[in-house]
Structure formats: structure tokens, C-alpha cells
């Protein structure tokens, strides 16, 4: 699987999302992606309880420890790639996290508009 280049959505190269959860669909703490990614785990958020709570809801748990699959369990303030298509589900719900532009790639665009990504941004980026 090679990954598709590494830029952001706001043209950049890529940053870093979080090493520690390890994330990324490369497990590489970046929100890489490549055509075997059919989720788009594109999006770098920042979650919170509430987002949590709602992918609980709709089937994907993120809370939960797993340890047979290596998986700590994420909690408020952790950040991770989420799949694009869940984001823009939750910011329809209105319980989107918010958002990492810098390290959210570009292939997100395919799925969520620049100006709802841009709604949730972190705050650091612009």
C-alpha cells in the first residue's frame, strides 16, 4: 500500500495528529491515506465526550478499550483520524469535534467541504 502524498487540506505538508494514541490508517500518527482506505481516516480531530458518546450511538465505539487489537481507548482531548464520512455525519448532528486542519489531509475534500472543516478548526490553523 503506498500512501497518497502527504498534504493537507489547506495545501501544506501534512502534520503530525497524535503518536500517542498512535493514529492514522498507517498507524504513523499522520492522517496518511491510500486507495485500500475506504473509511478516509483523513480527518485529525480532537475528541470530546459528546462526539464520543455519538459514535458509541451509531456503532463505533472509540471509548472502549480493546487490547485484543491493540487499541487503549480514546477519551476527551485525545486526537485521531476519523473517517471523513463519520465527521461529517456528527458536524450534520451537530456534535462534530473539532478539527486539526494542518493535519487533516486533503482527501477529506472528497467527502467534507473546506468550509465545514473550517467551521470546527482548532483554532490554531486558518
Given at each position: 500500500?503506498?500512501?497518497?502524498?502527504?498534504?493537507?487540506?489547506?495545501?501544506?505538508?501534512i502534520a503530525s495528529c497524535s503518536a500517542d494514541p498512535l493514529?492514522?490508517?498507517?498507524?504513523?500518527?499522520?492522517?496518511?491515506?491510500?486507495?485500500?482506505?475506504?473509511?478516509?481516516?483523513?480527518?485529525?480531530?480532537?475528541?470530546?465526550d459528546e462526539f464520543l458518546a455519538f459514535?458509541?450511538?451509531?456503532g463505533n465505539d472509540l471509548s472502549t478499550p480493546r487490547p485484543e487489537f491493540g487499541f487503549v481507548g480514546l477519551k476527551a482531548g485525545d486526537r485521531w483520524c476519523l473517517c471523513a464520512a463519520r465527521f461529517l455525519q456528527a458536524h450534520?448532528?451537530?456534535?462534530?469535534?473539532?478539527?486539526?486542519?494542518?493535519?487533516?489531509?486533503?482527501?477529506a475534500l472528497e467527502i467534507v467541504p473546506l468550509g465545514v472543516l473550517q467551521t470546527h478548526a482548532d483554532g490554531a490553523e486558518s
Open positions: 500500500m503506498e500512501p497518497d502524498d502527504s498534504i493537507n487540506v489547506l495545501g501544506g505538508a493514529t492514522g490508517f498507517f498507524r504513523d500518527a499522520h492522517c496518511n491515506t491510500c486507495a485500500a482506505d475506504q473509511g478516509s481516516h483523513t480527518v485529525c480531530a480532537v475528541m470530546t459514535s458509541k450511538y451509531v450534520d448532528e451537530g456534535c462534530a469535534p473539532r478539527v486539526n486542519l494542518d493535519a487533516t489531509h486533503r482527501r
